[in-house]
């Protein structure tokens, strides 16, 4: 079958995308920008074809006509503004819409969230409006509503495991006491895949869930049981939901916006209804437990697939990378570092520039990266925890630390990024190996486009610093060894 997979660069996209190949599907991916889309190696496969459209704002003749079985819509921008995401979440589901009914799709997959309260919290609600937008298609519509999503590199996992592994004590909200019904990765992924074109399943909802319903609380516990920690919770009544927003925020490596969105949703219980999809489908359901511990077998051999953290609304909301891509020269300042590298180091030098950041750090000074950090926090920024998905791989849009992928060409020996940090102007970074008359060096270049006299300041302000910083970075990305 042709499949359209639309948010193929998102978390569930990325996971979901490889178990439709193996299952024989044709997939088109679905990108907002196909710069974002990883190359080479799995993702060159014929069966995988690239369909760049922007469903927030959409007159691509291209969308028109095409040939398609059943398509995917997990498209969501609740991370992009704490005021506005509803507005984009219905603009881009009747666009969607619109561009559906113009193929030959006989069947819409939407992947939602548990809506069975009266009062629901802004991102549910946008999230149950969204299905009411793709009900108005001529295509039958098949929901999927689940609850908190288990698995490496999920939001909801990553808040949990920063919770547990940072804090001893945690004094915590009252919302802690409220009952979910966490569902595995896996478990997602399998009811994806077995309602396609499933006569049964065409114009019906269901809720789906793990099999056991259990707290907030409960969840921090058996995560911290299976990763053999001791943790002492107490929850109290007095913390705001703005006080509940900025403990996440300055605990967990989640953005402020989001931050809000969830403690909105925290509040809200999740339980899923019954229904017949688990034994129509015959699903083997995983406990909460069993699901943190095969989420942590991923991350201990490095195979993550997708992060939350990689998702562009993670951040900063824009749509196209494009943007940034060309570095500017005028009226910009530069801190260039150019270093000699022996012809037999070269492989260790690049594996070095493409395991940088994470727990690998940053070469030299790391203190004063996590200072930075800190600071943007402070600032309401993305601050140092968001880290890196893989320790060793590196594709343009994903995340390190504060910093986005432009560039990773491992063939050119060349890795881009761009500071999402809270600054006051636009900063960028370039690591490349270059051969010069048969000599080889590590070119090293941060780029600062101020922004007003305010970024001149700050540029001078912090010079003193970028000269041990980014000397000391150079002469050990070149030395290092494992």
């Given at each position: 079958?042709?499949?359209?997979?639309?948010?193929?660069?998102?978390?569930?996209?990325?996971?979901?995308?490889?178990?439709?190949?193996?299952?024989?599907?044709?997939?088109?991916?679905?990108?907002?920008?196909?710069?974002?889309?990883?190359?080479?190696?799995?993702?060159?496969?014929?069966?995988?074809?690239?369909?760049?459209?922007?469903?927030?704002?959409?007159?691509?003749?291209?969308?028109?006509?095409?040939?398609?079985?059943?398509?995917?819509?997990?498209?969501?921008?609740?991370?992009?503004?704490?005021?506005?995401?509803?507005?984009?979440?219905?603009?881009?589901?009747?666009?969607?819409?619109?561009?559906?009914?113009?193929?030959?799709?006989?069947?819409?997959?939407?992947?939602?969230?548990?809506?069975?309260?009266?009062?629901?919290?802004?991102?549910?609600?946008?999230?149950?409006?969204?299905?009411?937008?793709?009900?108005?298609?001529?295509?039958?519509?098949?929901?999927?509503?689940?609850?908190i999503i288990v698995g490496s590199g999920s939001a909801s996992f990553e808040i949990i495991r920063d919770l547990v592994e940072k804090l001893p004590v945690m004094i915590a909200p009252k919302w802690l006491k409220t009952k979910h019904q966490p569902i595995a990765i896996r478990n997602v992924i399998e009811s994806l895949i077995g309602v396609i074109l499933n006569d049964k399943t065409l114009g019906s909802s269901y809720d789906i869930g793990g099999p056991g319903i259990i707290t907030y609380k409960e969840m921090l516990l058996q995560f911290a049981e299976v990763r053999k920690l001791k943790r002492i919770i107490f929850t109290v009544p007095v913390m705001t939901p703005r006080l509940s927003s900025y403990w996440l925020y300055f605990v967990t490596s989640i953005s402020y916006k989001l931050a809000v969105n969830l403690v909105n949703s925290m509040k809200i219980e999740i339980v899923a209804r019954d229904n017949e999809l688990t034994k129509?489908?015959?699903?083997?359901?995983?406990?909460?437990?069993?699901?943190?511990?095969?989420?942590?077998?991923?991350?201990?051999?490095?195979?993550?697939?997708?992060?939350?953290?990689?998702?562009?609304?993670?951040?900063?909301?824009?749509?196209?990378?494009?943007?940034?891509?060309?570095?500017?020269?005028?009226?910009?300042?530069?801190?260039?570092?150019?270093?000699?590298?022996?012809?037999?180091?070269?492989?260790?030098?690049?594996?070095?520039?493409?395991?940088?950041?994470?727990?690998?750090?940053?070469?030299?000074?790391?203190?004063?990266?996590?200072?930075?950090?800190?600071?943007?926090?402070?600032?309401?920024?993305?601050?140092?925890?968001?880290?890196?998905?893989?320790?060793?791989?590196?594709?343009?849009?994903?995340?390190?630390?504060?910093?986005?992928?432009?560039?990773?060409?491992?063939?050119?020996?060349?890795?881009?990024?761009?500071?999402?940090?809270?600054?006051?102007?636009?900063?960028?970074?370039?690591?490349?190996?270059?051969?010069?008359?048969?000599?080889?060096?590590?070119?090293?270049?941060?780029?600062?486009?101020?922004?007003?006299?305010?970024?001149?300041?700050?540029?001078?302000?912090?010079?003193?610093?970028?000269?041990?910083?980014?000397?000391?970075?150079?002469?050990?990305?070149?030395?290092?060894?494992?």
């Amino acid at each position: 079958m042709k499949i359209l997979l639309t948010g193929a660069t998102g978390y569930i996209g990325k996971r979901l995308l490889p178990v439709l190949i193996e299952n024989g599907h044709e997939v088109i991916c679905c990108v907002r920008d196909r710069n974002r889309f990883p190359s080479g190696g799995f993702y060159s496969n014929p069966s995988i074809r690239l369909l760049e459209i922007d469903f927030l704002n959409t007159s691509s003749a291209e969308i028109l006509n095409l040939e398609i079985d059943a398509a995917y819509y997990l498209i969501h921008s609740m991370s992009s503004g704490v005021n506005n995401f509803e507005t984009l979440e219905a603009r881009a589901a009747r666009n969607f819409v619109n561009f559906i009914d113009r193929t030959s799709a006989k069947q819409i997959i939407y992947l939602s969230g548990i809506t069975n309260e009266e009062n629901l919290s802004r991102h549910l609600s946008s999230r149950k409006n969204v299905e009411i937008i793709l009900k108005e298609s001529k295509v039958p519509l098949t929901t999927l509503k689940a609850g908190i999503i288990v698995g490496s590199g999920s939001a909801s996992f990553e808040i949990i495991r920063d919770l547990v592994e940072k804090l001893p004590v945690m004094i915590a909200p009252k919302w802690l006491k409220t009952k979910h019904q966490p569902i595995a990765i896996r478990n997602v992924i399998e009811s994806l895949i077995g309602v396609i074109l499933n006569d049964k399943t065409l114009g019906s909802s269901y809720d789906i869930g793990g099999p056991g319903i259990i707290t907030y609380k409960e969840m921090l516990l058996q995560f911290a049981e299976v990763r053999k920690l001791k943790r002492i919770i107490f929850t109290v009544p007095v913390m705001t939901p703005r006080l509940s927003s900025y403990w996440l925020y300055f605990v967990t490596s989640i953005s402020y916006k989001l931050a809000v969105n969830l403690v909105n949703s925290m509040k809200i219980e999740i339980v899923a209804r019954d229904n017949e999809l688990t034994k129509m489908l015959n699903l083997k359901l995983i406990p909460y437990k069993e699901a943190v511990g095969l989420a942590f077998q991923k991350i201990e051999q490095n195979l993550v697939v997708s992060s939350w953290k990689d998702s562009l609304i993670s951040s900063s909301g824009e749509n196209s990378l494009n943007q940034h891509i060309n570095v500017p020269f005028h009226g910009c300042y530069t801190d260039k570092r150019q270093k000699d590298i022996d012809e037999s180091s070269l492989k260790y030098v690049l594996e070095n520039i493409w395991s940088i950041g994470g727990d690998r750090g940053w070469y030299y000074a790391n203190w004063l990266w996590q200072l930075r950090g800190f600071i943007d926090k402070l600032f309401n920024g993305v601050g140092l925890r968001r880290g890196r998905t893989n320790s060793s791989k590196i594709n343009p849009g994903d995340t390190i630390d504060f910093w986005r992928v432009l560039v990773a060409d491992k063939k050119e020996k060349r890795l881009l990024l761009y500071a999402e940090m809270k600054l006051p102007g636009d900063a960028w970074l370039e690591l490349q190996i270059v051969e010069k008359h048969g000599n080889y060096f590590l070119q090293q270049t941060a780029t600062f486009r101020p922004k007003g006299l305010l970024g001149r300041l700050y540029w001078y302000s912090v010079l003193s610093f970028h000269h041990f910083i980014f000397n000391g970075m150079a002469n050990n990305l070149i030395r290092y060894r494992d």
